[in-house]
């Protein structure tokens, strides 16, 4: 097989091997469709054939192609070990910090304190990734990440802390303003049956009038009146709008992970974030697990 003439032709068989798609490359790389189209017919060319065919919908890598998206993995993971190298030898509480956090950790309990964080080291300059997504810090799409989980990759290093409780919930008025034939759940989606959680509550035979991916908008159906919930406590124990189901228990979900890449788990402002989000999120405890809690509906 020829050498690949740079780096960039191994980011480009990366990104179509990725997306299937020359429009997924482009948007991957940052450049135009055309730019793609006209690299990887050079890229052809120079190898005397065919690394991707077009088929239905896209493209797909070939015999050959397989051998240089192998290669060009190999490369990738060599320059992020490189970059990840340089970035464990700073010592200085400065300079760029990427954070991978769900979106409701962030809103609801994370956001204000990572902001009293930024002014107290202005030369951290911090990025947060807001998702239920669970960051590759092995590809570096994170420096740092805070989830939710069962049960990390092994080699990540952090800490454990303890899990979040989930409970019952409803507009404070919902249950005196609603008969009980017309109470409803608002639930996330599912796959057929029904979910355990709604069978072991106070009203397991209330039918589900809505079941929505998003969990904010969750929580704006339950508080228009559409129906019942199951949430975070932390979420909507501190919101008075809310109230907890009668003889409502809340349960444990994921434990929360603070965790980074062994190789970057002695960087000072890496060290200082991690310390910093484990502080606040272990001070506010009995409000992820629920005994801060609100009001019960009648």
């Given at each position: 097989m020829h050498q690949m003439a740079n780096w960039d032709d191994y980011r480009l068989i990366l990104a179509l091997s990725r997306s299937g798609t020359i429009r997924g490359a482009a948007t991957l790389l940052g450049v135009t469709h055309s730019t793609v189209s006209r690299r990887l017919s050079v890229i052809n060319q120079q190898h005397g054939g065919i690394v991707f065919e077009r088929v239905t919908g896209g493209y797909q890598t070939t015999e050959l192609g397989r051998r240089m998206v192998d290669a060009a993995q190999r490369m990738e993971e060599i320059d992020l070990s490189a970059d990840r190298q340089q970035r464990a030898i700073e010592t200085e509480l400065s300079g760029p910090v990427t954070l991978s956090l769900p979106d409701a950790l962030a809103e609801?309990?994370?956001?204000?304190?990572?902001?009293?964080?930024?002014?107290r080291h202005p030369k951290i300059d911090l990025t947060i990734y807001s998702s239920y997504q669970f960051a590759d810090l092995d590809r570096s799409e994170a420096d740092i990440v805070v989830r939710g989980v069962d049960a990390p990759p092994d080699?990540?290093?952090?800490?454990?802390?303890?899990?979040?409780?989930?409970?019952?919930?409803?507009?404070?008025?919902?249950?005196?303003?609603?008969?009980?034939?017309?109470?409803?759940?608002?639930?996330?989606?599912?796959?057929?049956?029904?979910?355990?959680?709604?069978?072991?509550?106070?009203?397991?035979?209330?039918?589900?009038i809505l079941a929505l991916d998003d969990i904010d908008l969750r929580h704006k159906a339950a508080l228009s009146g559409l129906g019942m919930i199951r949430t975070a406590c932390y979420i909507a124990d501190p919101n008075p709008a809310f109230a907890r189901l009668p003889d409502a228990k809340p349960e444990a979900a994921q434990d929360f992970w603070v965790l980074t890449h062994p190789d970057l788990k002695d960087t000072p402002r890496i060290k200082a974030l991690m310390r910093y989000i484990i502080g606040v999120m272990t001070d506010h405890k009995d409000l992820l697990q629920g005994r801060s809690t609100g009001s019960t509906a009648g």
């Open positions: 609801h309990l994370l956001l204000d304190p990572i902001g009293e964080f930024c002014q080699h990540y290093v952090g800490r454990r802390l303890f899990p979040y409780m989930l409970c019952h919930y409803c507009r404070a008025d919902y249950l005196v303003k609603t008969l009980p034939e017309d109470r409803r759940w608002i639930s996330g989606s599912y796959n057929g049956g029904r979910p355990d959680w709604i069978s072991a509550s106070s009203f397991p035979d209330a039918p589900i």
